[in-house]
């Protein structure tokens, strides 16, 4: 069976714009026709003006799937002067099984970092293991640190076909990204010739920071890779989402 997944730093739902828009991030996630969606820098259980659900909520709503949360921090969002839950989060056409939030190691005084692991039941019968992380965004030393603490938490399905996903905050020649390809990862954008090809700033594209990595060992799955620029993913986040295509056995 083929099915595709999407990485993408929804920024909040605020577009390069200004303006926080969850429909529109739903646009862009829904034009993409991704059956498994990675998000970062997500408010959770935070509202939108005007409304009194949860926005991560609504937009997986609206899009008819299923959504798990990992929270890294806590900050206020918008006017609210109350504080809410800020990380990464999960979104599925098929059955989350399971997840799990498993904090990173950083630097002191660093912004709080965490690991979302999520358990998906694939309709061919194979369980998809999901990991999905947004990096420090400063300090390569916290994030070579943090990329270590990932691939512990990863070794435990070496032996199945799983996905690393996110913002690294990392460009492919940087320790971070090494680590990662010298503990057998395949970067799906490498593969698919597709290095050079910037995720952020959707104003600007400069670099590209956004990844889909798999084991080396199970790199047959992977039968396309590309940066998602169809409008309005150019306005709708700074970043723009990555996409890969891929294929499993039917059991």
Request: glycine share 6%.
């Given at each position: ?6 990485t ?35 408010y ?16 997986a ?8 949360f ?24 098929w ?61 435990r ?25 010298r ?25 590209r ?30 970043h723009f989402p ?10």
């Amino acid at each position: 069976m083929k099915f595709r997944v999407l990485t993408y730093n929804i920024h909040h739902w605020e577009g390069i714009d200004g303006r926080v828009d969850v429909a529109r991030v739903a646009d862009v996630i829904r034009a993409t026709a991704a059956d498994i969606v990675a998000l970062n820098e997500v408010y959770h259980p935070a509202t939108v003006p005007g409304t009194d659900r949860p926005a991560l909520e609504s937009m997986a709503e609206a899009l008819k799937m299923q959504v798990a949360f990992g929270q890294a921090a806590e900050y206020p969002w918008l006017d609210s002067t109350q504080s809410t839950g800020y990380g990464n989060a999960c979104l599925s056409r098929w059955t989350i099984q399971a997840y799990a939030v498993h904090s990173l190691p950083g630097e002191p005084g660093r912004e709080p970092r965490s690991l979302l692991e999520v358990r998906i039941a694939l309709p061919n019968g194979h369980p998809l293991p999901l990991y999905i992380v947004h990096l420090d965004h400063k300090s390569e030393a916290a994030r070579v640190q943090q990329v270590r603490a990932v691939v512990q938490w990863t070794s435990r399905d070496r032996g199945r076909p799983h996905l690393i996903m996110g913002d690294f905050n990392a460009t492919g020649e940087t320790p971070t990204i090494q680590h990662l390809l010298r503990a057998d990862y395949v970067d799906c954008s490498a593969q698919a010739g597709l290095s050079e090809e910037a995720t952020w700033p959707t104003s600007a594209p400069q670099v590209r920071i956004d990844y889909i990595f798999v084991p080396t060992t199970f790199a047959s799955i992977l039968s396309g890779c590309q940066r998602w620029s169809v409008p309005p993913a150019d306005v709708a986040s700074d970043h723009f989402p990555l996409l890969a295509t891929c294929a499993l056995p039917n059991k």
